[in-house]
T-cell receptor, first 114, second 113 residues
């Protein structure tokens, strides 16, 4: 089974500063990778996903992530954060060969400071 | 596209009663749906995988008789918490699988008094 590690449980950052949220996964076999955002008392919203092709993936709200197979990482970045980006961010991995199960990281709480 | 709804968004019930939560895929058909439970400040815990027309697959440690899942159509899965107790209070989130991506509902906050 896969495991997903989000090393930073909390990330405070000043408004308009860049941010990187880190995600590493355990297996080097073919994977699908996802980032979701969760605002308080809400479900998860898909930010972006990597299935194949270009390793740099662009998502909604100005976020992007880069798939690095050799480092088994899928870090999320944004060049300039807004107050509205304050939320919980989850990285997830699925194995396209075994189907549907997703493995989630423990989440990173991003707090944007005015 | 790929919108998933949940109803109700919030429910308060007395201990010993049963509560039904609905999960609907509004603009696509979903053969597979998932039910998660989330504790405060924690990640999602997969409870079960719901497949249309067949029995749900429960994760280890999840009581199938307590958390009844029915996936009777390609757009609706329901989770019934039977004989609810205060320890069942939690945030329940469903998701629906569209090809290779899970799309999540907004969640249901269950409080058992």
């Amino acid at each position: 089974a896969q495991s997903v590690t989000q090393l930073d449980s909390q990330v405070p950052v000043f408004e308009e500063a860049p941010v990187e949220l880190r995600c590493n996964y355990s297996s080097s076999v073919s994977v699908y990778l996802f980032w979701y955002v969760q605002y308080p008392n809400q479900g998860l919203q898909l930010l972006l996903k990597y299935l194949s092709g270009s390793t740099l993936v662009k998502g909604i709200n100005g976020f992007e992530a880069e798939f690095n197979k050799s480092q088994t990482s899928f870090h999320l970045r944004k060049p300039s954060v807004h107050i509205s980006d304050t939320a919980e961010y989850f990285c997830a991995v699925s194995d396209p060969n075994t189907g549907n199960q997703f493995y989630f990281g423990t989440g990173t709480s991003l707090t944007v400071i005015p | 596209g790929a919108v998933v709804s949940q109803h109700p968004s919030r429910v308060i019930c007395k201990s010993g009663t049963s509560v039904k939560i609905e999960c609907r895929s509004l603009d696509f058909q979903a053969t597979t749906m998932f039910w998660y439970r989330q504790f405060p400040k924690q990640s999602l815990m997969l409870m079960a995988t719901s497949n249309e027309g067949s029995k749900a697959t429960y994760e280890q440690g999840v009581e199938k008789d307590k958390f009844l899942i029915n996936h009777a159509s390609l757009t609706l899965s329901t989770l019934t918490v039977t004989s609810a107790h205060p320890e069942d209070s939690s945030f329940y989130i469903c998701s629906a699988l569209l090809v290779d991506t899970q799309y999540f509902g907004p969640g249901t906050r269950l409080t058992v008094l």
